[in-house]
Nanobody, 118 residues
Framework: QVQLVESGGGLVQPGGSLRLSCAAS????????VSWYRQAPGKERESVAR???????NYADSVKGRFTISRDNAKNTVYLQMNSLKPADTAVYYC????????????WGQGTQVTVSS
């Protein structure tokens, strides 16, 4: 079965760093675009970073220069390196994989909590 399992969340002080991982299984990972989304309390879910199958990337303006998405197709894993963290980055972070923009190939992880607080 298809699985996306996030890990690496936790509590970090402002200005600190955190690396999230998402381990994928049950599908041909290399053919999918992968994304990180986040949802803070009382706010809409937003796209943070995306990497297409051709390795092209897109970032939300709020995280450009601070976050880096990467993928290791040999390990079926996507990463999000988060630096210079701010309290506004506090949210549940979700891993997503999608192929061809089709709902039949649109998968989500369970989420991992990131809390940035002093």
């Amino acid at each position: 079965q298809v699985q996306l399992v996030e890990s690496g969340g936790g509590l970090v002080q402002p200005g600190g760093s955190l690396r999230l991982s998402c381990a994928a299984s049950g599908f041909t990972f290399r053919l999918y675009a992968v994304s990180w989304y986040r949802q803070a309390p009382g706010k809409e879910r937003e796209s943070v970073a995306r990497m297409a199958a051709d390795l092209s990337t897109n970032y939300a303006d709020s995280v450009k220069g601070r976050f880096t998405i990467s993928r290791d197709n040999a390990k079926n894993t996507v990463y999000l390196q988060m630096n210079s963290l701010k309290p506004a980055d506090t949210a549940v972070y979700y891993c997503n994989a999608q192929k061809w923009g089709l709902s039949e190939y649109d998968y989500w992880g369970q989420g991992t909590q990131v809390t940035v607080s002093s």
